[in-house]
């Protein structure tokens, strides 16, 4: 059983950055693929980006393409999604998630969940 605790959530600015952390705990962290989603008020829960487990390549969503990067630090059994030029559209709560199956866009793949970190950014 893995357990996930998001970090780094709060409120900026736009145009601002942040950082979050998902620190890992419980299982062999460098055997699963790392993803992180987001869901605001009202919608369904949307991919952000994900990683694989040992060789770091990453697949990012359209909308956060160039402003987001994931990475992770086997050794610390954390991963991170660093975070520039926020706009108020990426306000929502953040999860971090764990698969067996390796890195995946899409939830369903996706074995164990943080409890989510908020993240609002406003105009």
């Known amino acids: 059983q893995v357990q996930l605790v998001e970090s780094g959530g709060g409120l900026v600015q736009a145009g601002d950055s942040l950082r979050l952390s998902c620190a890992a705990s419980?299982?062999?962290?460098?055997?699963?693929?790392m993803g992180w989603f987001r869901q605001a008020p009202g919608e369904e829960r949307m991919f952000v980006a994900t990683?694989?487990?040992?060789?770091?390549?990453?697949s990012y969503a359209a909308s956060v393409k160039g402003r987001f990067t994931i990475s992770r630090d086997n050794g610390k059994n954390t991963m991170y999604l660093q975070m520039n030029s926020l706009k108020p559209e990426d306000t929502a709560v953040y999860y971090c998630?764990?698969?067996?199956?390796?890195?995946?866009?899409?939830?369903?793949?996706?074995?164990?969940w943080g409890q989510g970190t908020q993240v609002t950014v406003s105009s």
């Open positions: 998630a764990a698969s067996r199956r390796g890195a995946a866009e899409i939830a369903l793949a996706y074995d164990y």
């Open positions: 990683i694989h487990s040992t060789d770091s390549i990453t």
């Open positions: 419980g299982g062999t962290f460098n055997s699963y693929g």
